[in-house]
């Protein structure tokens, strides 16, 4: 079943076409706020370079979960 979603206010222009699969392996600066430097500082410190990476990240992942489950504490 394909998957849509309204991804604009989250991508660069440049990105906002291109589909899920295309995105994970879209540089991580796709994302609307990432600058190339935000982009160089997360390669430098954990080897992301696309936003697969990001997502895939366990120290992301990490921080996610912590999240979700202090909001589901609440």
């Given at each position: 079943?394909?998957?849509?979603?309204?991804?604009?206010?989250?991508?660069?222009?440049?990105?906002?076409?291109?589909?899920?699969?295309?995105?994970l392996n879209a540089p991580v600066e796709a994302i609307a706020g990432?600058?190339?430097?935000?982009?160089?500082?997360?390669?430098?410190?954990?080897?992301?370079?696309?936003i697969g990476d990001l997502g895939h990240n366990k120290y992301i992942q990490a921080a996610a979960a912590i999240v979700r489950l202090a909001d589901a504490s609440k």
């Open positions: 079943m394909p998957v849509s979603a309204d991804l604009d206010k989250l991508l660069d222009k440049e990105y906002e076409n291109t589909d899920l699969k295309g995105l990432i600058s190339g430097g935000d982009a160089e500082a997360l390669k430098k410190a954990f080897n992301i370079k696309t």
